[in-house]
């Protein structure tokens, strides 16, 4: 690998950041300008990171030191393909989300939304931060900024219930990250002489064999530290932050927070301990069983929430585990599906909360008992929302069909039987949830609400185009997967 000092990284983290001041400056007085700056930053942003691709796919790494406090022990970013993986995706879909957010906020006629914009901004600076992040102490920083800039987002609408979960929010992420976090890196760093990230791992043989029960304990820690993975038990967070509008649930549950969380693990995985340790570890087995245990659970719980965002919210708990699962196999064919579950569930996710905030704009309703011919009133968005539907049950053309099928391959490839049952039998419970939605939407006769005689249902412009892109962008990530493939490998070439 050729290493190459790039500030490139840099100014993607502080893109957004620059863009805040201008948000707030123009905030109620101008929202259209306002809006202006959000979407610039975005575009910026995106232009920055796909810059690097080039580079990146011909095996060169961009990095560059801000400041270093300690051998080891710097402020620092690092651009390698797993990282510009991540750093695609999100970089994008803040583009997308931005527009879908003008469309919802004024649709439904938001209170605080300078400040809405404003933390957005901040939580893709954080997340890019960690994207990018050279080390694990960088990577904490970024990690906990983005917990305390999408606190407000999570309590926007400021009612009682909102209070309440982003309360349950912050204890959950602020209380793991102090409770494991900050001990796991402090040992780290104790055992290793280094918080850098290597391929392969930092921890030198003599260390694994004299210290591998601590070393098991101290992946646990990694585990449940990043608890925006939300694996059981510690993912009560995610449902309670469903009291957020619509563009922040996307956010939190596609592009920023909840991907953060396995991007975290996957990064400690490959590049803290490595897939040779990992084997070694007592307790790698034991994640193992808590991502199936997550993926197979949550799933069954999704199909007893008639609201829809709260059976969404237990689909991405389910879904997230997938990652978890493929990477915690430690086979080549399980590593590449979790690696690509990253950008595959972004856009098929995205695409269903787009949708579930479209119908609630536009027709008032919440919950799936509701939603009997919806299709007719709002065609556009029954339809991503079918494709997303698609993508999560894994069937082909669509991005999330070739998640599956690596994950598939790599079971097969551990000759682990069990975690091939739990993948069939949670696609058959995907389905479950999913499918009643679809045909409700499309085959029951469409009933009006007694407020409808005022309010005209039809779709809005600005959320039918983009969750419209997100779901396209869905089916060409399954036509087309070589790209994520390609930096998948890159990742454990």
Aim: hydrophobic content about 55%; aromatic content about 14%; overall charge positive.
């Amino acid at each position: 690998m050729v290493v190459e000092t790039s500030i490139t990284p840099l100014l993607c983290v502080l893109v957004s950041l620059l863009a805040i001041p201008f948000i707030i400056a123009t905030g109620e007085r101008n929202p259209n300008l306002r809006e202006f700056w959000s979407v610039l930053a975005g575009i910026i942003k995106f232009i920055l990171v796909l810059s690097m691709v080039p580079e990146v796919v011909s095996g060169k790494i961009l990095e560059f030191e801000v400041f270093s406090i300690l051998p080891g022990i710097s402020l620092k970013f690092r651009v390698d393909a797993m990282g510009l993986l991540f750093a695609l995706g999100a970089s994008f879909l803040w583009i997308i989300t931005t527009f879908y957010s003008i469309g919802y906020m004024r649709g439904h006629h938001e209170q605080k939304q300078t400040r809405f914009y404003a933390c957005f901004a901040g939580a893709l600076s954080s997340t890019i931060g960690v994207a990018f992040s050279a080390n694990l102490f960088t990577m904490f920083l970024f990690y906990e900024a983005l917990t305390f800039v999408t606190y407000p987002l999570v309590a926007h609408h400021e009612t009682q219930e909102a209070r309440a979960g982003a309360r349950k929010y912050a204890i959950y992420l602020i209380g793991s990250a102090k409770l494991f976090l900050v001990a796991a890196i402090t040992i780290t760093y104790l055992l290793a002489g280094t918080l850098e990230f290597q391929k392969g791992g930092i921890f030198p043989n003599h260390i694994v064999e004299a210290h591998r029960g601590l070393l098991s304990v101290l992946f646990l820690m990694y585990f449940y530290g990043f608890a925006k993975a939300a694996a059981m038990p510690l993912h009560g967070w995610l449902p309670a932050a469903m009291v957020a509008p619509t563009p922040v649930s996307a956010l939190l549950h596609a592009v920023a927070v909840v991907k953060t969380g396995v991007f975290t693990v996957l990064r400690t995985i490959f590049f803290v301990f490595g897939q040779e340790t990992m084997k070694l570890l007592y307790t790698t087995d034991l994640a193992l069983f808590i991502a199936a245990f997550t993926i197979t659970t949550a799933s069954i719980i999704a199909l007893t929430r008639d609201n829809l965002k709260a059976r969404l919210a237990y689909s991405t708990v389910s879904q997230l585990s997938y990652i978890l699962l493929g990477a915690l196999l430690l086979t080549y064919h399980s590593t590449i599906g979790s690696i690509i579950h990253i950008s595959n569930h972004a856009f098929a996710k995205i695409t269903l909360f787009f949708c579930a905030g479209s119908i609630y704009v536009c027709a008032h309703k919440t919950e799936v008992s509701q939603l009997d011919g919806i299709a007719k009133k709002l065609p556009i968005t029954m339809a991503a929302f079918t494709i997303g539907a698609l993508g999560m049950v894994g069937i082909p053309l669509v991005g999330g069909f070739i998640t599956k099928w690596y994950l598939l391959l790599g079971t097969i490839e551990a000759q682990n039987l069990w975690t091939l049952g739990v993948l069939l039998f949670s696609s058959l419970l995907n389905a479950g949830y999913f499918f009643p939605i679809v045909y409700r939407a499309y085959f029951k006769e469409y009933k009006g609400e007694g407020h409808e005689t005022h309010h005209v249902v039809r779709e809005n412009p600005f959320m039918a185009t983009t969750l419209l892109i997100t779901a396209i962008i869905s089916v060409i990530l399954g036509l087309y997967p070589d790209f994520l493939i390609n930096l998948a490998k890159e990742v454990i070439r």
